[in-house]
């Protein structure tokens, strides 16, 4: 069964700062790789993708995230963060036939001035 | 392209009542997805449609949770005798068929009293 775990439940950043969030996954074929975010009360936005090819992939927003098979990661970076990316953040894996998603638990940020 | 439509955003009702939530996906859009994410959780797969079929439905989809597609546009999702362990946001999403993005709505809350 696929599953995905992000070991920080929350992080705090001050802005103008970099950010690196955690996720690694647990798969036993090529994994479908995502991160969303999601701001309070509402529904999730996809950040980026990774499906093959390129280990390291770029999204909306200045994120990017580097595949590491090796380590079975996909973890989310982002140079210089903006007071308006404080959400939370979830990765998930997807199954290739179906794309029924697996969402870790997430990442709360939190942008301080 | 009008995004993944839910309604009602926020239904509030008593236990044993039953509740029904709408989807509308993307236009053209023939997978459609419903999920389930509770406080301080990623979302849970609950089942998925390909066109008004649907192909798939988690174990936490209990007898008391039915979900349609008819004509393969709209679907709802009817949760029926309540429980205060139905509190949730539910989450619709669409996608083309295989190696397509998942885009998810907004969400609707429920809150059972």
Redesign the interface.
């Known amino acids: 069964a696929q599953s995905v775990t992000q070991p920080d439940i929350h992080i705090t950043v001050s802005e103008g700062a970099s950010l690196e969030l955690r996720c690694n996954y647990s798969y036993g074929a090529t994994p479908y790789l995502f991160w969303y975010v999601q701001s309070p009360g509402q529904g999730l936005q996809l950040l980026l993708k990774y499906f093959s090819g390129d280990t390291l992939v770029q999204g909306i927003k200045g994120f990017e995230a580097e595949f590491k098979r090796s380590q079975s990661s996909f973890n989310l970076r982002k140079p210089s963060v903006h007071w308006s990316d404080a959400a939370e953040y979830f990765c998930a894996v997807g199954s290739g036939g179906d794309y029924k998603l697996s969402f870790g638990a997430g990442t709360t940020v939190t942008v301080r001035a | 392209d009008t995004g ?1 439509s ?1 309604n009602p955003r926020h239904k509030i009702t008593k236990r044993g009542q039953n509740v029904t939530f709408r989807c509308d996906p993307i236009s053209e859009h023939n ?1 459609l ?1 419903w ?1 389930r994410q509770t406080l ?6 609950l089942t ?1 449609f390909q066109n008004e079929a649907q ?2 439905k988690s174990r936490l989809l209990s007898d008391r949770f039915s979900a349609e597609r008819p004509k393969g546009s709209f679907s709802t999702l009817e949760i029926q005798r309540t429980e205060q362990g139905d509190s949730a946001m539910y ?1 619709c ?1 669409s ?1 083309l068929q ?10 609707s ?1 429920l809150t059972v009293v």
Do not use: D, K, M
């Open positions: 993944v839910q997978r997805y999920y301080g959780q990623g979302p849970e797969f998925y192909l798939e989450l999403a996608s295989t190696g397509n993005t998942i885009y998810f709505g907004e969400g809350w």
